[in-house]
């Protein structure tokens, strides 16, 4: 194993809060079910780990922060949304669990930690559901050559309300000093408008306290600390924790969320950018300078993309001004 998905979420925590979460949330106790019929096996019998990732389509449009999609993206234990053209970019998505996971028959050659999914339910109420079932912990194997301990978890997405469960079975956990940072839980919650690259911006809302009635909390670049408290302890078997989405998130208008679902993509480029318009909304935009004077690239789209081309620039750093129905957000990029 290359690196564990322990260092890929800390990774993904360094980012920068501002935005306002689009879920109200509260925490419930109901029966743990494995998937164990009728789901459908991505690991097969080869065992996985940290580096282990697949794309899994989705039967009906799911919307996250209101931008709908199909496909979900897993990696290690963190479970997004990705474009149908399995581009990254800027996502948000949820981590069921900040622990470093891998197959408890990593070294046999067969697998014993299936990770699956199954569709239930009647269009258009249907609820995909996605389970790590006896997950190992790679913290264990690499400091004890063991694979013991395990945990049990459950990520479910409903068709028509777009509210999304983390669900936990069974789990034993013998080293929780070896695997958290001055904790004894994970980090979990939900990270929103992440640049993939290098996380460089979005916001990180985790829950902390009481695993059986935790607050939820959010976290900033500048003040990031691995070491910030997160929940008492790991949750109990059955704990549910929903997320639903808001009627009106932050109280802003459809143009504004329009343009806070624009993504850039790359960052950092000697040419081209692309502009992710998810939304189709008609946006205006020019390139501006550090001090705010224009350049020669203006113009306005409302297609799904569009490309900038930078090459005739100086190299520095550019804002790209994005408008619409008088709303305006600054991008920053770095021409290099």
Known sequence: MRKSIFL???????????????????????????????????????????????????????????????VFKIFGCQVMPASDTNSLGYVSGFLPTSLGLTDRGSGTGTSQSPIRYRTDGVAPRRIF???????????????????????????????????????????????????????????????????????????????????????????????????????????????VYRFTPKANPSGISAAASALQAVRISPTVTNGLVMLDNPQHCRISYSVRTMSGATTNLEGSFESAQQDINLSGLASGVYYIELQAEGSKVLKELLRQ
């Open 8 to 70: 890929a979420a800390l990774m993904l925590l360094t980012i920068s809060a501002g935005a306002q979460l689009y879920y109200s949330f509260d925490a419930r106790y109901e029966p743990y079910v494995p998937l164990s019929s009728g789901a459908t096996n991505l690991s097969g019998s080869i065992p996985w780990d940290g580096d282990s990732s697949y794309y899994v389509p989705i039967p009906f449009i799911f919307k996250i922060n209101e931008v709908p999609k199909t």
């Open 129 to 239: 559901k996605l389970e790590y079932a006896n997950a190992g912990i790679f913290n264990e194997g690499s400091a004890f050559g063991s694979l013991d301990d395990y945990v049990n978890f459950q990520i479910w997405v409903y068709e028509d309300t777009n509210i999304v469960e983390l669900r936990y079975g069974s789990a034993k956990l013998s080293y929780p000093s070896v695997y958290f940072i001055n904790s004894l839980a994970p980090h979990i919650g939900f990270f929103d408008k992440i640049e993939m690259q290098n996380g460089s911006s979005g916001s990180f809302f985790y829950l902390k306290g009481d695993p059986g009635a935790p607050t939820l909390d959010s976290v900033a670049a500048s003040s990031f600390d691995f070491m910030m408290t997160t929940l008492m302890s790991y949750p109990d078997s059955s704990t």
